[in-house]
């Protein structure tokens, strides 16, 4: 552990900007949740009343879970649990992700390694960092929950099971790290088990099979009970399995070379058999991509699983109008939970699509790109060789996740997989955008793309509880999306045109910026 500390410092000096920021808004967002409920439901039958709506709601049981206790406080919980801490387990894959195996991929770790650095600090300094974020977070939110006449317990309790979830996600980003020498590989398979993961809580919820819960950090978070009974003991759940998952980590850590996996790469043919710069793109990409493409389906499916049977279990004339109120006159239940859940999954897509924009910049800063380029090989045809795959790979993960969400409801694989393609082009546009910081500010294309990742999620989460404006609201690219099941298939052309259009002119400039400047090594 020798040096643990000075990494520790070192990270923190890293991330000055996205740590605090980070922390503030997540501290700050129960405040405002709380507030606006004690505003909107001011009696406490405007609360039960909000509560039986709710609970009768598919889409807000797989999303959110059950209410526990319509009071202020519980009504709070139930509003972030689940959407806290999934920006939690996203923010700490990536940070983990980053100082971690992203250190070793560039050379970095090796340099610190030759002088005195013990083998476990890199590691120990990253989960360090991010687990004390997390918890930091969590109890900064306490003040200004007991400042809305909350229960000062229950209010610690609940920020503590909103920094669980970030804490088990980081010791999950710690194991993947050791398995794969590449950290875009690594992030892709930490972010597939956090979607596997989330799908899991919501079929729990959804379904009533309360035992699945048990099985996922996001179901943890929630089983503590924040205000409705205040179910302490859960949390050495969490403490017990993020224990066991860094103790594996550190394990693996120590049965592989620096810069290596444990899954070592295969040996390649005697001969060369890559075929140009498309041909090495797809070498480099295909293992996150098939991957990820696995887990969205058995993501699709899971969904497909929970929507089968809806429209007759919850077949209540509240729950109609509510339906009526969101699609129209005629629109099914099914169709609304559907639209409902692929707005967020389409994010999940856009995490993986962001990673395979970002391999680039990466093969930049490892110094490889220069190789590849000393070669017959021009900038644009190797920039356009990872862009494809950027482009090309979420139209793969958002079709097969719908098919298989259509197979598993009711056999509508094409119906459901063509509305789950229309939040295509707003994930073309996070892709452009990538692109074009790899062009303009290739040393912060990553941190920047993240951070605005990040700031999406967080507007489209405060815009559905009415925290933000219109305006701000309409800088995320999703909100333009039409829900094609219920407005059909003419509404969206317009809107999706205009989104392709500004994700063409972002990546196009990002290419052509790429032509002119210097190659920026690591550092």
């Not at 409920?37 to 709710?54: G, I, K, M, P, V």
């Amino acid at each position: 552990m020798t040096g643990t500390w000075t990494l520790i410092r070192l990270i923190l000096r890293r991330d000055r900007v996205l740590l605090p920021v980070w922390i503030a808004i997540s501290a700050l967002l129960p405040l405002s949740v709380a507030s606006a409920t004690a505003a909107l439901y001011t009696d406490q039958a405007a609360r039960d009343a909000f509560a039986a709506a709710s609970m009768s709601n598919p889409a807000q049981l797989a999303m959110r879970g059950p209410v526990y206790e319509a009071s202020l406080g519980g009504l709070t919980a139930w509003t972030l649990g689940s959407s806290g801490a999934l920006i939690g387990a996203l923010v700490s894959v990536l940070l983990v992700i980053r100082h971690t195996r992203a250190e070793e991929e560039t050379g970095r770790r090796e340099l610190l390694a030759s002088g005195v650095v013990g083998r476990h600090a890199p590691l120990a300094a990253a989960l360090t960092v991010v687990l004390a974020a997390n918890l930091l977070l969590g109890l900064l939110s306490v003040p200004g929950l007991v400042g809305q006449g909350l229960p000062v317990g229950s209010s610690v309790l609940f920020g503590l099971s909103t920094a669980s979830a970030g804490w088990a996600f980081a010791a999950v980003a710690a194991l993947t790290a050791q398995l794969t020498a590449a950290s875009g590989t690594a992030r892709g398979l930490a972010v597939a088990v956090g979607g596997l993961l989330f799908a899991v809580r919501s079929v729990a919820d959804s379904e009533g099979v309360a035992w699945l819960a048990w099985l996922s950090p996001f179901g943890w978070a929630r089983l503590t009970r924040p205000y409705a009974g205040d179910r302490w003991w859960v949390l050495a759940v969490v403490v017990v399995a993020v224990a066991v998952l860094t103790a594996v980590a550190f394990a693996l850590s120590t049965r592989r070379d620096v810069a290596g996996g444990l899954l070592p790469a295969r040996r390649g043919p005697a001969t060369g058999t890559i075929r140009g710069a498309y041909g090495l793109a797809w070498r480099l990409h295909r293992s996150a991509l098939v991957g990820s493409g696995i887990g969205f389906c058995l993501l699709g499916a899971l969904v497909g699983v929970a929507a089968h049977g809806m429209d007759a279990q919850v077949d209540t004339p509240q729950f109609r109008e509510l339906v009526a109120t969101i699609g129209g006159p005629g629109a099914s239940i099914s169709e609304v939970f559907f639209t409902f859940v692929m707005y967020v999954l389409s994010q999940l897509v856009t995490a993986v699509a962001l990673v395979s924009a970002l391999r680039a910049r990466s093969e930049e800063a490892a110094g490889r790109a220069e190789l590849l380029l000393a070669a017959p090989v021009g900038r644009v045809r190797w920039a356009l060789s990872h862009l494809v795959f950027a482009l090309a790979g979420p139209a793969l993960l958002l079709a097969v996740m719908g098919a298989a969400a259509g197979l598993a409801y009711d056999g509508g694989a094409l119906r459901v997989a063509g509305a789950t393609l229309a939040y295509l082009p707003a994930v073309w546009t996070m892709v452009g955008f990538a692109t074009l910081l790899v062009g303009v500010l290739p040393r912060q294309a990553a941190a920047v793309s993240w951070s605005v990742f990040g700031l999406i999620m967080l507007v489209d989460l405060l815009a559905e509880f009415k925290l933000v404006d219109g305006s701000v609201r309409d800088l995320s690219p999703f909100v333009h999306v039409p829900a094609t099941l219920l407005e059909g298939a003419s509404a969206a052309v317009v809107p999706l045109l205009g989104l392709t259009a500004v994700a063409g002119v972002l990546a196009a400039g990002g290419v052509a910026l790429l032509r002119r400047r210097d190659l920026v090594p690591s550092g």
